[in-house]
């Protein structure tokens, strides 16, 4: 075996709304879901270059009693049929169902920092998943993904799809953490990493 054999796989972690999918707020039916131009491609290139593709969302949606998970499954299930169709599938999909605002406990106590910035679900991935983290990326439209990509060690992409525009031109001095690199979209994100 040679000295540089590394079981481990890379992995890019995909923020969903505003990244892979339309920003339409609170997505709480599966026909208001819609990919973004090319996000089924650039999640293609990714699978057939090798990296896992792990999608990581914070949907309090649930937490605030707008879907609920049953709602939630359908609406995943429609975005990996679209997906399907553009020949890309994701690998795992992770969500955090909480908010502090819950009037159930079940979705307000979050024990595990599920909720991005919290990285329970880069910590889950990589129980479930044989992830090499030295080679390790995350893409998403807001600072809690650049935070949560800093917070477990690895580069954040930022893009300017959904509330990444709006973020970068308006509140980028509130940034608690700089993203690693700004890019358009999931596209050009998917070109740079594989240029690493
Ligand atoms: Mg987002």
């Not at 169709?85 to 969500?95: E, K, N, S, T, W």
């Not at 509330?163 to 998917?190: C, F, S």
């Amino acid at each position: 075996m040679p000295d540089d054999y590394n079981p481990k796989l890379p992995c890019v972690f995909i923020d969903r709304d505003g990244v892979i999918t339309l920003d339409v707020g609170y997505c709480n039916h599966p026909d208001r879901l819609e990919l973004l131009p090319g996000a089924a491609a650039a999640v293609k290139r990714l699978n057939n270059a090798g990296y896992l593709t792990i999608v990581t969302t914070n949907q309090s949606g649930v937490a605030r009693g707008i879907f609920t998970e049953e709602v939630l499954a359908k609406i995943h299930e429609r975005m990996y049929e679209l997906l399907a169709a553009g020949g890309a599938r994701v690998d795992a999909l992770y969500y955090a169902p909480f908010h502090k605002s819950a009037a159930d406990p079940k979705y307000r106590d979050d024990p595990h920092q599920m909720r991005k910035p919290g990285i329970g679900m880069i910590r889950k991935a990589c129980k479930e998943f044989p992830i090499d983290m030295k080679r390790a990326w995350m893409i998403g439209d807001k600072p809690a993904d650049i935070e949560f990509a800093h917070n477990a060690g690895i580069p954040g992409i930022m893009v300017k799809t959904g509330y990444g525009l709006g973020e970068i031109q308006y509140k980028r001095h509130e940034w608690k953490v700089e993203p690693t690199v700004i890019v358009e979209d999931i596209v050009e994100a998917v070109e740079w990493i594989l240029k690493r």
